[in-house]
């Protein structure tokens, strides 16, 4: 047997017979790499996976024009008559099309399946690439009367048979004719889950350009367009022509200039990306941000395993001696340390998969809808490539250092020694080294996770302005968008006798006497809702200055059911609502904007012009509310004033109710649907939601953010405890000797320990005072790569150094005084 394949073998029998160093090196290096190694699947599957559906990511761009009201409120103003319009005045640019994603219920067989719709234009396969398998193309006229289904669906629902061709689907109670079977498309961007499931509706765009177009209505039914060209998509300054065209040709007389002073009144902005980049969103920092992590801790782990290895291999040295003696050059001294310690190396590296593994397939549990592709995600080869990588290197790594101090002279010298009091091999000066740089990478880890935590934090759990309650959300669609429009269209001054206003108290009854103990709120959102309206008015107290606000209702209860507090003023009573009085209430910021230099008491009473004209009464303010905020996880809040009106439209969403209930009971669709369906069948697609349900999936992005650096905080302090912990017992134990001496001859406890901790502090100022100055100058220029980081907060930094030191300290104390507390004869036998 060589001695190299003797080194090996040892190095698989120290696995089970040294513990204390194997076990240390495969559960923190094993872990690490989990961490590590699960990014990198992420990152391969998400950066460089193709794209399943999507064929032609290499020649396709994104495209997005957005109006924003206020500095966090961005808005798309994208619809199929708008992509129409573009695609024709910007034809010379390249292939435009879209598509937009949605939930959507259908019934096949008397089964229900869930699926992501589709409503994309004519073109959309011959754009994306997307291989048709069955049927008739996208492109047939009159597309509207057919749909196409993913492979996936016919595969479950019609067993992939052939027949499917020409079978109907009901769908919100209109039926269509199967056209053809695309193939799964998964790479999409999209707020829910994209499912394999997946029905398609398609629109051609040479017909919608002939339907009327509402421009002044920022309709945001597609977030972005799709141009398939090796061409730049327009600057802002070509598509605010085109808007302006679109306007010019699209509205008539004194409605052209009103539109344009609506539009033009917000600041806009022009967003450009490759497809990829455009899909995974705001998914791509967040990547940057775990590389960056990540590789922090695995250096922290790094350091603390090899100080532990340097520990080890110093007590060691006689025998390194006497090889070298026997003429065994350096090089092969470490080459049989390399393979004495790759079996644990190797143990290490399959935790590490195993940590992998399982992290991954935790990740829909913990990540939700909010990574893209998360079906595809797993352990690839790009996986065991990289382990194998980080392992060997870090093999190699670990015994060349941990056999740094070894040269011939002081190895002489230490066979001459008796061996007691520190050994001459033992300057330690690397793992001072060492343990400096892993407080300064560990102060910049915590620096970042600390903000990050303070950021989503109080984006999670930051006060609404109200309390949810037992609230349920209640939408329906309509089935005839004429009728939707019809429904639209009152008058103000008649709006208490309108046909909408009739609706909306029918199905207000109808969900009050159908669920027991139940209150319609209002017949519409509740404070927290996935929908914004927004609209604008030129105020006469500002010199004509354009106001934008959003828009939202209110009810005789509807401040007291959701404990919304009033700082002036009163609610309307419910005669003033039946009279259709011209009265409002409007929260503190649009008190703040229109009448800065008032009080709240004196703006009750004073009027607003929200809308123009002469048979248009100004808007009496009755009250005064605090902000509200009506999306909940958001960094910042919308910034837009509100206005509480009692008029509810009918949205082009459909309808929306407001239903609270008391604790412990529940609302469910089917105590409504049937009822429902059979008084109103032109209402479909109802959907029942506890408001804490739209508070969960609004702030899940925030809250895994917030999971994941709350985690990585952890773990960053933990290394730091353990590494400065392990130092520490390393150098008291070689100082044994010399405080048995010193406890022997007299010397207190308090004293020793104080001996030990002037012995470390210097090396605990250097680190945090380096870590100090790294984690201010370079926050600043992680700030400028990662533009998720917040401001940097020094109060918040503060707590951190004074968190950071106590651990350190501790890390200190607790070790040495194991050692110091030990007694002193007993130290001097074992030296």
Not at 316 to 335: D, H, N, W, Y
Not at 662 to 678: F, H, I, Q
Not at 724 to 734: D, E, F, P, R, S
Request: proline share 3%; no cysteine.
């Amino acid at each position: 047997m060589s001695l190299y394949q003797k080194a090996f073998l040892q190095g698989v029998a120290k696995v089970f017979s040294l513990p204390r160093l194997s076990i240390p090196l495969i559960l923190t290096l094993g872990l690490t790499l989990g961490a590590v190694l699960s990014v990198i699947s992420i990152s391969s599957t998400l950066l460089y996976k193709p794209l399943q559906g999507v064929k032609n990511e290499a020649s396709l761009q994104t495209f997005e024009y957005r109006f924003k009201p206020s500095e966090n409120l961005s808005v798309s103003y994208w619809n199929m008559r708008r992509l129409a319009s573009v695609s024709e005045y910007f034809a010379d640019l390249g292939q435009w099309a879209g598509i937009s994603p949605s939930d959507q219920d259908i019934t096949i067989n008397n089964t229900l399946y869930a699926t992501t719709r589709y409503d994309a234009s004519s073109n959309i396969l011959e754009v994306l690439g997307t291989e048709l398998l069955l049927g008739d193309d996208v492109t047939v006229a009159s597309p509207q009367k057919y749909i196409w289904i993913s492979q996936s669906l016919w595969q479950k629902a019609y067993s992939g048979k052939k027949s499917v061709l020409g079978k109907q689907i009901t769908i919100d109670q209109e039926s269509f004719v199967i056209a053809g079977v695309i193939e799964d498309v998964m790479a999409v961007n999209s707020a829910q889950e994209i499912i394999p499931q997946q029905v398609w509706f398609i629109n051609n765009l040479k017909e919608v350009i002939k339907a009327p177009a509402n421009v002044g209505n920022i309709d945001n039914s597609l977030d972005f367009l799709i141009l398939k060209s090796e061409k730049s998509p327009p600057n802002l300054a070509q598509t605010n022509e085109w808007l302006t065209d679109f306007v010019t040709n699209n509205a008539q007389g004194e409605r052209v200039q009103r539109f344009l002073d609506f539009l033009n009144s917000a600041d806009k902005e022009v967003i450009n990306s490759n497809y990829r980049s455009n899909m995974l969103g705001e998914s791509e920092s967040l990547l940057t941000a775990l590389f960056a992590a990540v590789f922090g801790l695995l250096l922290m782990a790094t350091i603390n395993l090899l100080n532990l290895f340097i520990a080890h291999y110093q007590t060691r040295t006689k025998e390194f001696a006497i090889q070298i003696s026997l003429g065994a050059s350096l090089l092969k001294v470490k080459t049989l340390v390399l393979l004495e310690n790759l079996p644990s190396f190797l143990l290490a590296a399959i935790t590490g998969l195993l940590v992998t593994g399982w992290a991954l397939k935790s990740l829909p549990l913990i990540a939700g809808e909010s990574l893209p592709m998360i079906g595809a995600i797993g352990i690839n080869i790009m996986t065991i490539i990289a382990t194998l990588i980080i392992v060997f290197l870090l093999s190699i790594l670990f015994s060349a250092l941990a056999l740094v101090d070894i040269e011939t002279h002081s190895l002489a010298n230490n066979l001459n020694s008796s061996g007691k009091g520190l050994q001459a091999q033992s300057n330690q000066w690397l793992s001072r080294l060492l343990m400096v740089f892993q407080l300064s990478i560990a102060s910049l880890l915590l620096t970042a996770s600390v903000m990050l935590t303070m950021q989503s934090y109080q984006s999670v759990y930051q006060d609404l302005g109200y309390e949810l309650g037992n609230t349920y959300d209640v939408t329906l669609s309509f089935a005839d968008e004429k009728w939707r429009e019809e429904l639209a269209d009152f008058e103000a001054q008649d709006y208490q006798n309108s046909e909408i206003k009739t609706l909306l108290t029918n199905v207000s009854n109808l969900i009050e006497t159908n669920v027991a103990d139940s209150k319609v709120v209002i017949p519409s959102s509740a404070p927290l809702s996935d929908r914004f309206r927004i609209s604008a008015f030129r105020s006469q107290e500002k010199k004509g200055e354009r106001v934008m606000y959003q828009i939202q209702n209110l009810s005789p209860d509807y401040f007291k059911r959701f404990n919304i507090r009033f700082l002036a003023g009163t609610n309307l009573t419910q005669s003033q609502i039946n009279n259709n009085e011209n009265r409002i209430v409007i929260d503190e910021s649009m008190a703040k904007t229109i009448y800065p230099d008032l009080t709240y008491q004196e703006v009750i009473g004073k009027t607003i012009q929200l809308n123009q004209g002469p048979d248009r009464p100004p808007m009496i303010i009755s009250g005064i509310v605090v902000n509200t905020i009506s999306r909940a996880g958001a960094v910042g809040a919308y910034g837009l004033p509100a206005v509480y009106t009692h008029r509810v439209d009918a949205g082009r969403d459909g309808l929306q109710f407001s239903v609270m209930l008391p604790e412990g009971k529940d609302l469910t669709a089917d105590m409504l649907d049937p009822e429902l369906k059979r008084q109103f069948p032109g209402l479909t697609n109802l959907q029942v939601r506890p408001l804490n349900d739209v508070w969960q999936i609004q702030t899940l992005n925030q809250r895994v953010s917030l999971w994941v650096v709350v985690t990585m905080t952890v773990l960053t302090l933990f290394l730091a405890a353990i590494g400065v912990a392990g130092l520490t017992q390393m150098t008291t134990n070689h100082k044994k000797y010399e405080l048995a001496v010193r406890m022997a001859t007299g010397a207190k406890q308090t004293r020793l320990l104080n001996f030990i901790l002037k012995d470390a502090l210097w090396m605990l100022i250097i680190g945090l005072g380096i870590g100090f100055i790294i984690s201010v100058f370079g926050y600043k220029q992680l700030q400028i790569y990662l533009e998720m980081l917040p401001e940097f907060n020094w109060l918040a930094m503060s707590a951190l150094d004074l968190g950071l030191i106590t651990i350190v300290l501790l890390s200190v104390i607790i070790p040495a005084w194991r050692v110091i507390s030990s007694e002193p004869m007993r130290a001097l036998r074992e030296e």
